[in-house]
């Protein structure tokens, strides 16, 4: 039987995309009218975690203001216990200048992240703040943070690069945005099975 996959997302930036690309698995997007003035604690992250898979979020979404900060803070928090494993993408916010500050809070919540994705425009600007090549940039975030996975997906040079915790992938890919291959990759992981060949397959088929 097919793995019945659920998604779960909140925030600005490039999660409505992945979440709509993500057209095998069951979405619920927490949709708030204005990310900079709502009530945090309005959201039942307990209720909406219940049974699914992926938490997906994004950096840029804490620029929003301190109760989206709060906000996605909380649902990673709630993740821990109810078993979702978190998404999180960095893609270059609306004001770039601010891409250190949406970097900071990934950093401080590095160990609760299980995929942390890198858009194809965020590569170059991270490794520019970490003073390092992009060549080094996934397998160096990757220890020092201890993360599963640290995923870079390249349309326009075909390319997506994939460390994990058992070794690394490099591969092709047919999909034309980040968003379209990181979607279609949240449904095949989970019915690919656990390891570096559950990763490659999940990967392949995107």
Known sequence: METAVRCVGFGAGSVPDVLASAE????DFVVVADLSDFSHG????????EHAHWLVLSASTVLA???????????????EFEGPRVVM??????????LAEAWGFVIER??????LFLSEDALPLIAALEEMD????????????????????EPANNAVRIEHSLGAHAGSTAADSTAGWLGRYLCELPRQGPGADGIAAAANRC
Do not use: K, Y
């Open 89 to 98: 993408i960095v893609d270059e916010p609306e004001d770039p200048t601010r």
């Open 42 to 49: 309005e959201i039942d992250w307990r209720g909406r975690l």
């Open 24 to 27: 095998s698995a069951s979405v």
């Open 110 to 115: 590095i160990r609760q992240i299980h995929i």
């Open 65 to 79: 203001g301190d109760n989206a900060r709060s906000a996605q803070g909380a649902g990673m928090t709630f993740a």
């Open 134 to 153: 992009e060549d080094q940039l996934l397998r160096e975030i990757r220890l020092r943070g201890m993360v599963p996975q640290v995923i870079a997906c």
